[in-house]
């Protein structure tokens, strides 16, 4: 009978010893995956505000190769997340990134369902922390974009979408409802389509190390629901550069410019600086108005395979049409640290501490953000 128990306990010993190699291998090995199999990253969320109460949910990052023989294929990449909180508040999101073979065809779809509080400021680059005033957001979101190589390197696409936004003001009286220059504030939606351009020489489109990326998108959205609805266009454009300095040491630069122009422009589709990807630091629409011009810089170092850090700076601003002044520039600064969950794929897990101004009688604007991928 001790012998029995003895095998017992020595297999047991054994299974935990070679499931923890395999953990090991899997999640901290220096060693890269060559086999190019398909991966899949779970990520809790967890946070805590008096406006939400306890947010708590989970997101997912699935990546594969739909042509594993040819090693120039990029990996194609869908993520979710769902979360919700004490006082109400939910989160659904749906993405997709997707790579043919051959990289002949790109494809990428969202579908967001949102009712999350926000803090509101009003318009432009020079809005007050005092005017701070609370709403609750309802938002609904669906795109679709198809882009297909006609030359080397060169993309061109097509795109669709509709948004719908839904806005209740918690503090009667602050800055939202005396504001009578806001247009449509309960809300509204928008239908739009456009083309897009774009030119992408990077080596990996997850942790690039060498490469150029150019993109321009034109959408316009029609008249179509009539009333205060917006009717206009919508242009971005998007440019990123990396050099490898050495086989450690990687520099990325990225500027963007983001414009909306047309008829009965509500608060809610205007440009908002500041987020987990550019000028890191800022509250998301803290600052807002018709135009948005940032850039940055990003100096990473990858340790080995797993983990790596970075140091980042850059500048932005918003403005209304002629009103763009090198002075009125915003800084935003910082570094964080990054773990690498499929070396292979270069798919990371990063964490960000982000530095922004320092405006008189407030507390310096500062960010910390943990998400899935680059931020760039």
Same mark, same amino acid.
């Given at each position: #009978?001790?012998?029995?128990?003895?095998?017992?306990?020595?297999?047991? #010993?054994?299974?935990?010893?070679?499931?923890?190699?395999?953990?090991?291998?899997?999640?901290?090995?220096?060693?890269?995956?060559?086999?190019?199999?398909?991966? +899949?990253?779970?990520?809790?969320?967890?946070?805590?505000?008096?406006?939400?109460?306890? $947010?708590?949910?989970?997101?997912?990052?699935?990546? =594969?190769?739909?042509?594993? !023989?040819?090693?120039?294929?990029?990996?194609?990449?869908?993520?979710?997340?769902?979360?919700?909180?004490? !006082?109400?508040?939910?989160? *659904?999101?749906?993405?997709?990134?997707?790579?043919? /073979?051959?990289?002949?065809? &790109?494809?990428?779809?969202?579908?967001?369902? !949102?009712?999350?509080?926000?803090?509101?400021?009003?318009?432009?680059?020079?809005?007050?922390?005092?005017? /701070?005033?609370?709403?609750?957001?309802?938002?609904?979101?669906?795109?679709?974009?198809?882009? /297909?190589?006609?030359?080397?390197?060169? %993309?061109?696409?097509?795109?669709?979408?509709?948004?719908? %936004? &839904?806005?209740?003001? /918690?503090?009667?009286?602050?800055? %939202?409802? =005396?504001?009578?220059?806001? *247009?449509?504030?309960?809300?509204?939606?928008?239908?739009?389509?456009? *083309?897009?351009?774009?030119?992408? =020489?990077?080596?990996?489109?997850? %942790?690039?190390?060498?490469?150029? #990326?150019?993109?321009?998108?034109?959408?316009?959205?029609?008249?179509?629901?009539?009333?205060?609805?917006?009717?206009?266009?919508?242009?971005?454009?998007?440019?990123?550069?990396?050099?490898?300095?050495?086989?450690?040491?990687?520099?990325?630069?990225?500027?963007?410019? &983001?414009?909306?122009?047309?008829?009965?422009?509500?608060?809610?589709?205007? @440009?908002?600086?500041?987020?987990? $990807?550019? #000028?890191?630091?800022?509250?998301?629409?803290?600052?807002?108005?018709?135009?948005?011009?940032?850039?940055?810089? $990003?100096?990473?170092?990858?340790?080995?395979?797993?983990?790596?850090?970075?140091? +980042?700076?850059?500048?932005?601003?918003?403005?209304?049409?002629?009103?763009?002044?090198?002075?009125? +520039? !915003?800084?935003?600064?910082?570094?964080?640290?990054?773990?690498?969950?499929? @070396?292979?794929?270069?798919?990371?897990?990063?964490?960000?501490?982000? *530095?922004?101004?320092?405006?008189?009688?407030?507390?310096?604007?500062?960010?910390?953000?943990?998400?899935?991928?680059?931020?760039?």
């Amino acid at each position: #009978m001790k012998r029995i128990s003895l095998c017992t306990v020595m297999v047991v #010993m054994a299974a935990n010893v070679s499931a923890q190699k395999k953990f090991i291998e899997r999640y901290l090995s220096d060693k890269t995956d060559s086999s190019r199999r398909a991966s +899949f990253m779970p990520v809790p969320v967890f946070r805590y505000s008096q406006e939400i109460g306890v $947010e708590f949910g989970l997101g997912a990052l699935f990546s =594969t190769y739909l042509d594993r !023989k040819d090693l120039s294929n990029r990996s194609s990449n869908f993520s979710a997340v769902l979360s919700g909180s004490t !006082k109400g508040q939910y989160n *659904i999101s749906l993405k997709s990134d997707i790579w043919t /073979k051959g990289n002949t065809h &790109h494809y990428i779809a969202e579908v967001r369902f !949102k009712r999350m509080p926000f803090d509101f400021y009003g318009l432009g680059n020079n809005t007050a922390e005092a005017d /701070k005033d609370r709403l609750i957001q309802g938002y609904v979101k669906t795109a679709l974009e198809a882009e /297909k190589m006609l030359l080397p390197h060169t %993309y061109s696409g097509v795109s669709v979408g509709f948004e719908n %936004y &839904h806005y209740t003001d /918690k503090e009667a009286g602050g800055i %939202y409802s =005396t504001d009578n220059t806001l *247009i449509h504030k309960v809300g509204g939606s928008v239908v739009y389509a456009g *083309i897009s351009q774009s030119y992408d =020489t990077r080596n990996s489109n997850n %942790y690039t190390t060498k490469g150029f #990326m150019g993109r321009l998108t034109y959408q316009y959205a029609p008249d179509f629901f009539g009333g205060e609805n917006f009717s206009g266009s919508l242009i971005r454009a998007n440019v990123r550069s990396f050099w490898s300095l050495s086989p450690k040491f990687v520099l990325g630069v990225n500027a963007l410019f &983001h414009s909306v122009q047309g008829r009965n422009t509500p608060f809610y589709l205007l @440009p908002q600086m500041g987020n987990d $990807e550019m #000028m890191r630091g800022y509250y998301t629409g803290r600052y807002r108005d018709r135009n948005l011009l940032a850039g940055q810089t $990003e100096l990473r170092y990858r340790y080995n395979n797993r983990f790596g850090v970075v140091a +980042f700076a850059g500048a932005g601003q918003v403005f209304d049409n002629g009103d763009l002044g090198i002075k009125s +520039f !915003k800084p935003s600064y910082g570094a964080g640290g990054r773990y690498f969950f499929d @070396p292979e794929k270069g798919l990371s897990v990063r964490v960000d501490y982000g *530095i922004g101004e320092k405006r008189a009688n407030e507390k310096r604007q500062t960010g910390f953000y943990i998400s899935l991928a680059e931020a760039f």
